[in-house]
């Protein structure tokens, strides 16, 4: 397995290292282009797209990897895409209506609000076509698939900054926009690879009432867990805009963005390949604590070495990059670092419950966090501090990272203890 994991996971962040250089690149520019205020209100609108993107498919594309056929993989897909239509239809008329009406949420314009169908559609369509490569270890489209994307978003993004001055609407919506066209050239491309690959995706006409009760812990349970997780993630965001001024959550979304994007490209990389890979290995009834736990280890090793590093320098290398508007990001860059540090490795091995079919324990564990998140950012609130709300926040989101592991780690070994020892002596792939 370690060959086969070294060549995909270097596939998929040899792509992924390519499109946040991208990124990377052009914040320094973005950054100048727009202010704190229009980030802010950028991240608010994410807090709210990112809910509900956890709805758009119920989770049945993650199935997609464990289905027991390529057809019924097909089918999986198939019923991932008519969710999604359906859910991105009916935000387009709730959007709509609240536009005209005057309605909103969090402070967001209504020009934001009817850009939220849109991002959560392709969102949805992307992340299928990614499971669909993803099942037949096809690692080159989704790397490309990811340069093409932030590619797109960046280049849309500064061209609507470099025309801000002119037109004063591309303030309020030139960053979600961009993010809005980044998923549209990310969707066309891979909807190309998948409709040209043999066997890819090949729908059949049965019934997939019959498929969604089959795969029906996905939507009882991933769904619900992934829901209240990005909730309890957005939270800060979605809460603190009611009660504090958006240079703050500008300065805050900044140091989200800049610590929760290197996680979640090296966690999304190592998921893709260990889900497949691991699932592989269970469904042969062979041994993969070793696998898990080196991995565990290297990584592990990796975070410790860098991590007092980005914790020390990261005030003063804000501040060269991006200007002093940016004074005070480093705060909150160290606040999070314990959280994403664990995070990288938690999310890793986020798949382990879906493949043991223990999802039910994860859906706890992430209301047990809503819970102690909603306390920690009120006791913010009620003091006026928004410091507090913020390292509160991180002190408890690391404290549950470290349970969920434990969790994971468990599963595993539980597992290992099943095997007879015939299996456990069996070659390693």
Not at 137 to 146: H, I, R, S, V
Not at 352 to 360: A, L, M, Y
Request: net charge positive.
């Amino acid at each position: 397995m370690a060959s086969h994991f070294i060549k995909n996971s270097g596939t998929l962040l040899t792509g992924n290292i390519i499109a946040q250089g991208i990124a990377f690149v052009t914040y320094t520019l973005l950054l100048r282009l727009f202010t704190p205020d229009d980030f802010g209100l950028c991240n608010v609108f994410f807090s709210y797209t990112e809910v509900l993107i956890i709805l758009s498919t119920c989770k049945y594309e993650m199935a997609i990897v464990v289905a027991d056929t390529d057809r019924e993989a097909s089918d999986l897909a198939r019923l991932s895409f008519r969710i999604n239509a359906l859910l991105s239809l009916l935000l387009v008329a709730v959007a709509a209506t609240m536009a005209l009406t005057g309605l909103t949420v969090s402070k967001l314009p209504p020009t934001l609000l009817l850009l939220i169908p849109l991002l959560v559609y392709f969102t949805g369509t992307y992340r299928v076509y990614a499971f669909l490569c993803n099942r037949h270890k096809d690692y080159n489209p989704l790397a490309t698939g990811e340069v093409v994307s932030v590619g797109a978003s960046t280049t849309t993004r500064i061209l609507f900054g470099l025309l801000a001055p002119v037109v004063n609407l591309l303030h309020t919506i030139g960053l979600p926009l961009g993010s809005v066209l980044g998923k549209v050239g990310g969707h066309l491309y891979l909807h190309h690879i998948v409709y040209h690959k043999q066997g890819y995706y090949q729908p059949t006409p049965t019934p997939l009432r019959p498929l969604a009760r089959k795969y029906i812990n996905f939507a009882r349970y991933v769904m619900p867990r992934e829901l209240v997780s990005s909730f309890s993630s957005n939270l800060p965001l979605m809460w603190l805009s009611i009660h504090f001024d958006k240079p703050l959550l500008g300065l805050f979304s900044l140091a989200l963005t800049f610590t929760q994007r290197p996680v979640g490209v090296l966690a999304n990389t190592f998921e893709k390949v260990l889900y497949q890979n691991i699932t592989a290995k269970v469904q042969q009834q062979l041994p993969i604590q070793r696998d898990v736990n080196r991995f565990v280890l290297l990584l592990g090793g990796a975070v410790i070495i860098g991590g007092p590093i980005i914790f020390f320098y990261a005030e003063p290398l804000f501040v060269w990059l991006f200007g002093n508007q940016w004074v005070g990001t480093g705060y909150y860059v160290q606040c999070l670092l314990p959280w994403m540090s664990l995070l990288v490795v938690g999310n890793s091995l986020s798949f382990i419950s879906n493949i043991f079919g223990t999802q039910h324990v994860d859906f706890i564990i992430q209301v047990v966090q809503l819970l102690l998140r909603a306390a920690a950012l009120y006791i913010g609130i009620s003091k006026g501090d928004f410091q507090l709300a913020i390292l509160l926040f991180a002190a408890v989101s690391a404290a549950i990272q470290v349970v969920s592991l434990g969790w994971y780690l468990f599963q595993i070994h539980r597992y290992g203890k099943r095997l007879s020892p015939d299996q456990h002596n069996a070659p390693h792939q």
